[in-house]
């Protein structure tokens, strides 16, 4: 297989690569208070001096009270995090990469027994069918998270990164929108399939209204409850 074309220049929309190694996003656990700086701007510029083109940071929430679900999980608000992921973002292009946060609100899952200061939240209240925690989402709760989403992007724009990641997947607050084993309310946001997705079509929105771009939303085929699935999956899937 002639593998040349991964190391060719690539441009999407104002977005140009160096070349088309883009690296996943990693949860890496190591901001205790929640704040970034030099070792994370040191790891992620070393990708970058590796020939990374594009790399997509390990998951950083978003202003809302509850987002993360593990307490190594950098912010992405607050002045001093926000410094910090400017150093982050000053250091990569000084190696040549370009670099995007990827925007987190983990809903109610929970990774380990840590628990936040304040109960979790979700669409309806439930991890997955029959499966409850922590508060429904009010109307009032939605539009703040949808606000909290642009506010992230703006920042992201503002202190130079060069995209953002929406994280829609693996079970969190976005991809609970999608589930109909998680997503039981009858408004606006929930019911059929496309209303499902209004959750991520407002923040995607409001994200590239937030940050005059596109974001970039993440998807994933299934989540942790496997009996929920946005789509029949392809034969042969599981
Ligand atoms: C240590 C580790 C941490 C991860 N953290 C995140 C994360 O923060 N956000 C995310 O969307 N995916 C996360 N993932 C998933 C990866 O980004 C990637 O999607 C996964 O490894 C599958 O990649 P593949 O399809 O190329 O095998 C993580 C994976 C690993 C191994």
């Not at 596109?214 to 994933?220: E, N, Q, R, V």
Request: charged share 20%.
């Amino acid at each position: 297989m002639n593998s040349e074309i991964l190391f060719r220049p690539l441009t999407v929309k104002s977005l140009t690569v160096a070349n088309r190694i883009v690296m996943a996003p990693m949860t890496r656990g190591m901001a205790p208070a929640g704040i970034p700086g030099a070792p994370q701007a040191g790891y992620y510029r070393r990708r970058a001096e590796g020939n990374v083109g594009l790399i997509l940071t390990e998951g950083t929430v978003i202003d809302r009270p509850a987002s993360r679900n593990l307490p190594g999980i950098p912010f992405f608000h607050g002045e001093p995090a926000l410094a910090g992921w400017e150093s982050v973002a000053r250091e990569v292009h000084a190696a040549g990469g370009k670099i995007g946060p990827q925007l987190w609100h983990t809903g109610s899952t929970r990774a380990g027994d840590w628990q936040p200061e304040a109960p979790v939240e979700s669409p309806s209240g439930l991890v997955g069918p029959g499966d409850p925690r922590g508060n429904v989402m009010s109307e009032e709760d939605i539009a703040d998270t949808v606000g909290a989403f642009a506010v992230a992007a703006a920042d992201a724009k503002r202190i130079g990164f060069d995209l953002a990641e929406l994280h829609g997947a693996h079970g969190y607050l976005i991809d609970q929108f999608f589930w109909g084993g998680s997503n039981q309310r009858t408004d606006q946001w929930g019911g059929g399939r496309h209303r499902r997705t209004l959750a991520l079509r407002s923040r995607d929105r409001a994200g590239g209204a937030g940050s005059g771009r596109s974001g970039l939303p993440y998807l994933a085929p299934g989540q942790p409850v496997e009996t929920a699935r946005l789509c029949r999956p392809p034969r042969g899937h599981p």
